[in-house]
């Protein structure tokens, strides 16, 4: 088998696995699905009458393609409990002691998680609609923005592999990716417009990738304007795979279970 | 035993002048370990001695800093890719997915051993009918018994009938029974000729299993040899006397002083002399004490254990868990 071959089998055997074990662990992933509908909640019914958005029929149409970017993050999470799970219980030295890829376990796992998060992503159409969503754009453009927020939730899935495999506990890199997500999410355009923040959060919020990637949502959905927004999007994306993949294989050579 | 590069190889694990620091801990101070094919090589030691460390080192899990080690006529640093397909490994936790099935789980190490779909899948089943799992091979791991864990995570390494199996610690943990079945199973593996280093903290698994053993302490093998040679070391077999009255040490003593070398040692009402069927038996040490009207509340015939082996050697038994510090940091340190 060449090597290319090789990676692809073993992925997708670790693929496999990990979907299996989705619907078996439902306490796992129904948290991560209620705590995004709690939040749309909350923002639309509490915060929402507070918050100015012009150009936007309603708030809730400026607030989805924020907290479903917000969601994809968060999904990030279910690659960091199942690395972190896999590595305490002995696992992860079970697959680097056998002839497999080496960048399996990890490709496995992340390809898997776009599963989850097809699921959250589902969910929070669903749960947007009740409450009022509704998108503006060609069909066409609705399924390019499903496909920029998987993405953008497969990049996520990459960085927190990062995280798991460099913390010492799931633990340790839940607080480390909570304290990474909560700034970047909320000191951006997905929740208020950034020209009611002060200067300072206003240029971090511009200058801020989920800015660009809940922009192009938006874009996408609801007709707001682009810009460079779609493509600057595609591009982080990219980006962000290319280094986080990178350093989660060179982490996972030398990862050791504890 | 298949031959590579045509050189037969001489021994299934050869290691030379192991070394293995992690910050300034030195797990392993350069051990040397050999087991020829088809033999079980006991690696003894307490917690923290350096057994897990070398075992990972075997396993191509890490690295060495320094000296060499070939398992199967393989180098675990050049060849390791190679290697890994002719290794099993099971280890102290049990890594298995407990999520997954039982056949699963061994249907997945298969395909990642690369068997491809159809032998995997029949290698699976075979390996949970005689691992006698294969009513719960349908049923999430999870639900499964310690000891049912265990036999799956050892019918895991067997998947690709590895050359040469690793056993970290296989029954640490184990009821007495699941351990006694669990024995039973390496036994029956290594009959077809596989050769296994196993680890453990317990000298009477040790003693059952092993051909040889390594005993190994602070990073170093302070002995080796066969079960045997080992208990040779702290002599032979010993006669152990209950007297029923302290008082009656020194008549007691007297009596028997000429049946042995040495004159008999005698503590708390506790009489122990060297014993030697070919100078008298245990008749005549009898017979001896009831001239001298000394009572006998019990009376055995003690063979030297491992312990005694262990703690002859060490200073301290082996199931201390002093060392449990050491081990602690090394996996901190990694």
Not at chain 2, 169 to 185: A, F, M, N, V, Y
């Amino acid at each position: 088998m060449s090597s290319l071959a090789l990676v692809a089998a073993d992925t997708a055997v670790i693929a496999k696995r990990n979907l299996k074990r989705i619907p078996r662990q439902p306490d796992l992933w129904s948290s991560f699905t209620l705590q995004p509908i709690l939040f749309v909640l909350l923002f639309v019914y509490v915060f929402g009458g507070a918050i100015q958005t012009p150009g936007y029929p309603d708030y809730v149409d400026f607030l989805m393609p924020g907290i479903i970017v917000q969601t994809m993050a968060f999904g990030g999470f279910v690659t960091a409990i199942g690395l972190s799970d896999d590595l305490r219980k002995g696992l992860i030295d079970r697959f680097r002691s056998l002839p497999m890829a080496r960048s399996a376990v990890l490709s496995g796992r992340t390809l898997a998680d776009v599963a989850t998060n097809t699921v959250s992503l589902v969910v929070m159409i669903v749960v947007g609609i009740l409450v009022g969503f509704n998108f503006s754009s060609s069909p066409l453009e609705v399924i390019a923005g499903f496909g920029l927020l998987l993405l953008f939730g497969y990049a996520f899935s990459w960085i927190f592999a990062f995280i798991a495999l460099s913390s010492s506990s799931a633990e340790g890199a839940q607080t480390l990716g909570f304290l990474a997500i909560f700034p970047l999410t909320f000191a951006s355009s997905a929740f208020v417009p950034p020209d009611s923040m002060p200067s300072a959060v206003q240029a971090f919020a511009e200058a801020n990738p989920i800015t660009t990637i809940v922009d192009a949502t938006r874009a996408l959905f609801v007709d707001a304007p682009a810009g460079n927004d779609v493509w600057g999007a595609v591009l982080w994306c990219v980006g962000l795979i290319a280094v986080f993949s990178t350093l989660s294989v060179y982490k996972y050579r030398r990862a050791v279970s504890s | 035993m298949r031959t590579l590069r045509g050189v037969p190889p001489e021994a299934a694990i050869e290691v030379r002048d192991l070394r293995k620091s992690f910050g300034d801990v030195q797990a392993l101070c350069g051990i040397d370990l050999n087991a020829p094919p088809g033999t079980i090589l006991g690696l003894l030691g307490p917690n923290g001695a350096g057994k897990t460390t070398a075992v990972r080192i075997l396993t191509t899990l890490l690295p060495p800093d320094g000296g060499t080690a070939r398992v199967a006529g393989l180098d675990v640093v050049k060849d390791a890719a190679a290697l890994r397909s002719r290794i099993g490994l099971a280890g102290q936790y049990a890594a298995v997915d407990e999520n997954l099935t039982g056949f699963e789980n061994l249907d997945m190490v298969g395909r990642l051993y690369h068997l491809g779909r159809g032998p995997s899948r029949e290698r699976a089943r075979e390996l949970l009918e005689r691992f006698s799992l294969t009513d719960a091979g349908d049923r999430i791991s999870k639900t499964y018994s310690g000891g049912m864990r265990r036999r799956l995570d050892l019918a895991a390494a067997l998947v690709a009938r590895p050359p040469v199996l690793f056993l970290d610690e296989p029954t640490t943990g184990l009821d007495p029974i699941s351990r006694l079945q669990l024995w039973e199973t390496i036994e029956a593996r290594v009959a077809g000729g596989t050769t296994v280093l196993l680890t453990t903290q317990y000298l009477d698994e040790a003693d059952r299993l092993a051909d040889r053993i390594a005993v190994i302490d602070h990073g170093r093998v302070i002995a080796e040899g066969t079960p045997d040679e080992l208990k040779s070391r702290v002599g032979g077999e010993r006669l152990e006397l209950t007297l029923r009255d302290y008082g009656e040490e020194e008549a007691a003593i007297e009596a028997l002083a000429p049946l042995a070398d040495e004159r008999p040692k005698c503590e708390h009402g506790i009489l122990v002399m060297p014993f030697d069927q070919t100078r008298g038996d245990i008749a005549e040490a009898v017979r001896r004490l009831d001239d001298a009207s000394v009572g006998i509340a019990d009376i055995a015939v003690r063979r030297p254990t491992l312990d005694d082996v262990f703690i002859s050697l060490t200073g301290h038994a082996a199931e201390q868990d002093e060392e449990g510090e050491a081990e602690q940091r090394e996996e901190a340190a990694a």
